[in-house]
């Protein structure tokens, strides 16, 4: 018994020197960011600049915004 006891201790400390994420890991952590095109982001910018000041609307989206830098740096 003592003798399997070593090698499942080193196996335990080995697995936990992982330096990085595997890949199924990465892929439930760091959700896709979705692409738009150019004239989709002029149509947002154009409908975001009409909104009246203080919308709940315009925090949203600056919420959003920081939330697409954050998948950013992420992938």
Known sequence: MRGLLFPVIA???LS???TGPSDDAAASVCP???PYSAAFQ???ADELEALPPGS???VLVADYLVTR?????CQ
């Open 56 to 58: 709940a609307l315009e």
């Open 42 to 44: 002029a149509q947002a």
């Open 69 to 73: 830098d954050q998948l950013r740096v």
């Open 32 to 34: 896709r960011l979705i």
């Open 16 to 18: 936990a020197c992982a």
């Open 11 to 13: 196996v335990a400390w």
